[in-house]
Nanobody
């Protein structure tokens, strides 16, 4: 199983960025797919997750970020709008077959390598 996250980069505050996560060795439709992020010196934080038709967002990104998936090609995207300086972090995609929509690192079993998002103020 491999998750490949990409799409990070440098963006000005107020701008937008779209991250993608390509999965191989796993059928995305059978998994809860999520995005987490980790800023320097901070713990890894839940951002968003998608399971079937349900989505869940962390409080700090509600109304600004949107998670979506394309089960046909096993990808999960994170559209990030109205970016703030505090959104600067390495963003990771993750997958689990756990029940519900977990918002903590365990029980996610599979993790991508991370993609850096830098928001300039």
């Amino acid at each position: 199983v491999q998750l490949q996250a990409y799409g990070g980069g440098l963006v000005q505050a107020g701008g937008s960025l779209r991250l993608s996560c390509a999965a191989s060795g796993v059928t995305v439709s059978n998994y809860v797919m999520a995005w987490f992020r980790q800023a320097p010196g901070k713990e890894r934080e839940f951002v968003a997750a998608s399971r079937w038709g349900s989505t869940y967002y962390g409080d700090s990104v509600k109304g600004r970020f949107t998670i979506s998936r394309d089960n046909a090609v096993d990808t999960v995207d994170l559209q990030m709008n109205s970016l703030k300086f505090e959104d600067t972090a390495v963003y990771y995609c993750a997958a689990t077959r756990a029940i519900g929509i977990p918002r903590t690192r365990p029980p996610y079993d599979y993790w991508g390598q991370g993609t850096l998002v830098t928001v300039s103020s």
